[in-house]
C-alpha cells in the first residue's frame, strides 16, 4: 500500500533560520504529491504540490521538489518567519481505479519559529 | 463561494449517544472525504464519494456511517459513540479526474468531538 514518512518534530528554529521537512513515499504508479498546511485551530490548506518527477513546486517562498530516484519530496524555505508556526504535513494521492483516489498523509511535523 | 464548512464546531457525547456531523460544498466537487486527526497518527480516511449515490470505506470507517444523496452534502454518523472516537474530524472535497489526481483537496475547518 502506499505510505509516507515524514521527519518527527516539533521543529523549532529562529527566525530566518533554513527549514528541511524531510518526506519520503512509498506507492504505486505515478502519484501527485502535495505539501499542506495547517495553522493553530484551522484546516489543512494546500501549500504546494507537484504531479511528476522533477517538478518542483512552490508558494509562499516554500519548495519541493519531485525525486523520483530517491521517492523524496522534502519540503525548503530559505528564510522562516514567526508566521511560518504551523505543522506541515506531506501527502501523495494516486489513482486507484474505478474512479477513485487515494490521498495519505504523513503524521504532520510541528514547526515553531521564535523572534 | 463558502469552500467545504462543517457544523458543528464542538460537540461532547455521552457513550452510546448517535449524532450526525455535517459537511456541505457549493464548488461542485465530485469527491468527498471525512478524515479523523488524531496527535501523532496524521489524517487518517474514515470514508470518502466519488458522486452521488457511491460511498466507500476508507482506512477507519468502523463506528461510522456515510451516505451521498446530493453533489453538496456528505454528513457523517455516529451509530454509538465510543470515547475511542474523541478526535477531530476533517471534511474535504476535490474534483476528479485526470492529471494523475492533482487538484487540490479543500479542507473544511474541523468538528472538534469529545466523547465522555
Known amino acids: 500500500g502506499n505510505s509516507v514518512t515524514q521527519m518527527e518534530g516539533p521543529v523549532t528554529l529562529s527566525e530566518e533560520a533554513f527549514l528541511t521537512i524531510n518526506c519520503t513515499y512509498t506507492?504505486?504508479?505515478?502519484?501527485?504529491l502535495f505539501w499542506y498546511v495547517q495553522y493553530p485551530g484551522e484546516g489543512l490548506q494546500l501549500l504546494l504540490k507537484a504531479t511528476k518527477a522533477d517538478d518542483k513546486g512552490s508558494n509562499k517562498g516554500f519548495e519541493a521538489t519531485y525525486r523520483k530516484e530517491t521517492t523524496s519530496f522534502h519540503l525548503e524555505k530559505g528564510s522562516v518567519q514567526v508566521s511560518d508556526s504551523a505543522v506541515y504535513f506531506c501527502a501523495l494521492r494516486s489513482y486507484s481505479g474505478a474512479g477513485s483516489y487515494q490521498l495519505t498523509f504523513g503524521k504532520g511535523t510541528k514547526l515553531s519559529v521564535i523572534p | 463561494n463558502a469552500g467545504v464548512t462543517q457544523t458543528p464546531k464542538f460537540q461532547v457525547l455521552k457513550t452510546g449517544q448517535s449524532m450526525t456531523l455535517q459537511c456541505a460544498q457549493d464548488?461542485?466537487?465530485?469527491?468527498m472525504s471525512w478524515y479523523r486527526q488524531d496527535p501523532g497518527m496524521g489524517l487518517r480516511l474514515i470514508h470518502y464519494?466519488?458522486?452521488?449515490?457511491?460511498?466507500d470505506q476508507g482506512e477507519v470507517p468502523n463506528g461510522y456511517n456515510v451516505s451521498r444523496s446530493t453533489t453538496e452534502d456528505f454528513p457523517l454518523r455516529l451509530l454509538s459513540a465510543a470515547p475511542s472516537q474523541t478526535s477531530v474530524y476533517f471534511c474535504?472535497?476535490?474534483?476528479?479526474?485526470?492529471?494523475?489526481?492533482?487538484?487540490?483537496?479543500?479542507f473544511g475547518p474541523g468538528t472538534r468531538l469529545t466523547v465522555t
Open positions: 464519494s466519488v458522486g452521488a449515490g457511491i460511498t
Open positions: 464548488m461542485n466537487h465530485e469527491y
Open positions: 474535504a472535497s476535490s474534483h476528479l479526474g485526470g492529471d494523475r489526481g492533482a487538484y487540490e483537496q479543500y
Open positions: 506507492a504505486t504508479g505515478y502519484p501527485s
